[in-house]
Antibody, heavy 119, light 107 residues
Framework: QVQLVQSGAEVKKPGASVKVSCKAS????????IHWVRQAPGHGLEWMGR????????NYAQNFQGRVTMTRDTSISTAYMELSSLRPDDTGVYFC????????????WGQGNRVTVSS | EIVLTQSPGTLSLSPGERATLSCRAG???????LAWYQHKPGQAPRLLIY???TRATGISDRFSGSGSGTDFTLTISRLEPEDFAVYYC?????????FGQGTRVEI
């Protein structure tokens, strides 16, 4: 069965970086885009960007451009999202999600990574 | 950027009642690119509806989606206790992909 398993919770200081991982199983990793979505406390879902695991091609949301880096390691079917220059308002839960083959929805989601940014 | 506006913000209903959730887009969206998700605290969002009206695998037929262009609706025909959650619409018609702000369905 398809699974996306994310790494554990992180606590970071302002100005630091965080790198979260999303390990895929149960399907061919390189055939489906992986997206990253953030939920800040008391807020809704915010799209951060996506990576094509086959080519490494990336689209970033403008709000995160310059601070976010998405990569992948096809040998271990894992996608990564690194966010730098962290601020307290980057606190939230970060989800990875698989884009469906038809490209019109996110059909599987990781369980989420809680990231806390605090001095 | 396509802005999605959901209404109402909160829907207070009882089990057995019908819930009607609205999602309005700032510009026309191809019906194939509108999805709905259910999100409960501490869990991953769950895909309910894609292509505006197609139920995802394993989703109860109490959930139905409709609409086209700029106006879309998610209907829950008879609320069960497990349906109380936040619901988001989502478009993948144009980058950046966007979500509505959510509708909370509460008891």
């Amino acid at each position: 069965q398809v699974q996306l398993v994310q790494s554990g919770a992180e606590v970071k200081k302002p100005g630091a970086s965080v790198k979260v991982s999303c390990k895929a199983s149960g399907y061919s990793f390189t055939r489906y885009y992986i997206h990253w979505v953030r939920q800040a406390p008391g807020h809704g879902l915010e799209w951060m960007g996506r990576i094509n695991p086959n080519t490494g091609g990336i689209n970033y949301a403008q709000n995160f451009q310059g601070r976010v880096t998405m990569t992948r390691d096809t040998s271990i079917s894992t996608a990564y999202m690194e966010l730098s220059s962290l601020r307290p308002d980057d606190t939230g839960v970060y989800f990875c999600a698989r884009e469906s083959y038809s490209g019109n929805c996110f059909d599987y989601w990781g369980q989420g990574n809680r990231v806390t940014v605090s001095s | 950027e396509i802005v999605l506006t959901q209404s109402p913000g909160t829907l207070s209903l009882s089990p057995g009642e019908r819930a009607t959730l609205s999602c309005r887009a700032g510009q026309s969206i191809g019906s194939n690119y509108l999805a709905w998700y259910q999100h409960k605290p501490g869990q991953a969002p769950r895909l309910l509806i894609y292509g505006a009206s197609t139920r995802a695998t394993g989703i109860s037929d109490r959930f139905s989606g409709s609409g086209s262009g700029t106006d879309f609706t998610l209907t829950i025909s008879r609320l069960e206790p497990e349906d109380f959650a936040v619901y988001y619409c989502h478009q993948q018609n144009n980058s950046p992909w966007t979500f509505g702000q959510g509708t909370r369905v509460e008891i």
